[in-house]
């Protein structure tokens, strides 16, 4: 058998535990009592599979395991599983930004969505990414998302104020 059972990948452990730290970030500790903070729950078939196949990776993008069934998880472990992606996937659509404080970070955001007014506080210009010609995607301190599906759609105001971070 020799070498090669050992770069095998694993199969996923249903032994492994999710909890917040004290600046809200989630931290996975698996079977071996290994902590990975930052991790982020994606789904794999978020439409057609949105109980199954939710990959755990860390905060480089990279998977640390994969949970074939939410079903197969403890309580515990499921319900912030299953908050944390509601979070992930919860994401307003910015119609007009109204406006932002100060031109260095942490900054206050106030802006019109989909759903709404809100206020948001952006920690960093690296929150803020293109994700195509006029696509962006504005991640808030909470790591909650705003999409701009067009910045071409937004008002003269909002263009400029994206504009200054891109």
């Known amino acids: 058998m020799g070498n090669d059972d050992a770069?095998?990948?694993?199969?996923?452990?249903?032994g492994f535990g999710l909890s917040h730290d004290a600046w809200g970030r989630l931290i996975l500790i698996d079977?071996?009592?290994?902590?990975?903070?930052?991790?982020?729950?994606?789904?794999?078939?978020?439409?057609?599979?949105?109980g199954s196949w939710i990959s755990i990776c860390d905060a480089e993008g990279r998977e640390i395991l994969s949970v074939e069934s939410l079903a197969d998880l403890s309580a515990p472990t499921r319900q912030v599983l299953e908050e944390e992606l509601a979070l992930r996937e919860f994401v307003p659509i910015v119609q007009r930004i109204v406006r932002v404080s100060g031109s260095a970070a942490p900054s206050e955001w106030t802006v019109e969505t989909d759903r709404?007014?809100?206020?948001?506080?952006?920690?960093?210009?690296?929150d803020i990414r293109r994700l195509g010609a006029h696509r962006v995607l504005i991640t808030d301190a909470t790591r909650l998302r705003y999409h701009v599906p067009d910045t071409?759609?937004?008002d003269p105001g909002s263009r400029r104020v994206l504009e200054r971070y891109l």
Not at 7 to 14: A, C, G, H, L
Request: overall charge positive; aromatic content about 8%; glycine content about 8%.
């Open 116 to 126: 709404g007014p809100t206020r948001f506080t952006l920690d960093s210009e690296d």
């Open 31 to 50: 079977d071996e009592g290994r902590r990975f903070v930052g991790v982020e729950p994606v789904r794999a078939f978020p439409i057609s599979e949105p």
């Open 152 to 154: 071409r759609a937004l």
């Open 7 to 14: 770069n095998r990948p694993r199969p996923p452990s249903r």
